[in-house]
């Protein structure tokens, strides 16, 4: 599976931007989809991720409630809605697949993902 992250930008505090994750390659193969970002000297943080299967969805305490991922199966595509947005957000996000069943309390570790694309940077100005 090869992954390919868009849709990043300078935006100002509670301002929005929507990220999308194109899949290509084996698409039949990956269990869940998830939003990864690394700010400078800190480590990769899951932000949100969807489960292939059912559906399901899991996200961040800090960002529930303002950022939505959803999928457009047709296009390969998993989207991340990203609304008021805050400076604290701004970091270079990636978006990964799984190859393996993963369950809901281990969705948003990085360890569960094998495919990752690149990054693409998101800036939020205060």
């Known amino acids: 599976v090869q992954l390919q992250a868009s849709g990043g930008g300078l935006v100002q505090t509670g301002g929005s931007l929507r990220l999308s994750c194109l899949a290509s390659?084996?698409?039949?193969?990956?269990?869940?989809i998830g939003w990864f970002r690394q700010a400078p000297g800190t480590e990769r943080e899951g932000v949100s991720c969807?489960?292939?299967?059912?559906?399901?969805?899991k996200y961040a305490k800090s960002v529930k409630g303002r950022f939505t991922i959803s999928r457009d199966n047709a296009k390969n595509t998993v989207y991340l809605q990203m609304n008021s947005l805050k400076p604290e957000d701004t970091a270079v996000y990636f978006c990964a697949a799984s190859g393996s069943g993963i369950i809901s309390s281990e969705m948003l570790n990085s360890r569960n993902y094998a495919f990752w694309g690149q990054g693409t940077l998101v800036t939020v100005s205060s």
């Open positions: 390659g084996f698409t039949e193969g990956y269990t869940a």
């Open positions: 969807i489960r292939r299967w059912d559906g399901s969805t």
